[in-house]
């Protein structure tokens, strides 16, 4: 299960990568405007503030691949305190969305789901070994 979870938090780590990339990378672009819902105006006015949270984002995605590859290592204690902060974070990242906007329904599942299932299938992982 250990590897399951693994493999399931870096498909996540991957999807707040390409937030990063969106938020920080191409925010006032065609592209980035479709997927968020933003005029050219308003993206221009919340540049700064997609710059700056595109990168809580990497940070998330750096945690967990640091993570994943500790506890390939053999790391595990460390590893898996790095995972599951990492995805934890992505979580409740994810049910902050929900809650603060119903609309954001898609989005938040997107971001929260793949993390809740690393979560339990590490935790699986770890108890079982």
Known sequence: MLIAGCVVAAVA?????????????????????????STEQAAAATAPMAF??????????????????LLAAGYTAAGATAVLIGTGSMLAAGLVLILSDRSKARP???????????IVL????????
């Open 122 to 129: 590490l935790v699986i992982g770890l108890v079982s070994r």
């Open 52 to 69: 700056n949270q595109g990168f809580y984002n990497l940070f998330l995605t750096i945690e967990v691949v640091v993570g994943i590859v």
């Open 13 to 37: 780590a991957l999807i707040h990568a390409y937030i990063f990339v969106l938020e920080s990378v191409l925010w006032r672009t065609p592209r980035a405007r479709r997927v968020f819902g």
């Open 108 to 118: 938040a599942l997107i971001q929260a789901v793949p993390p809740l299932i690393a």
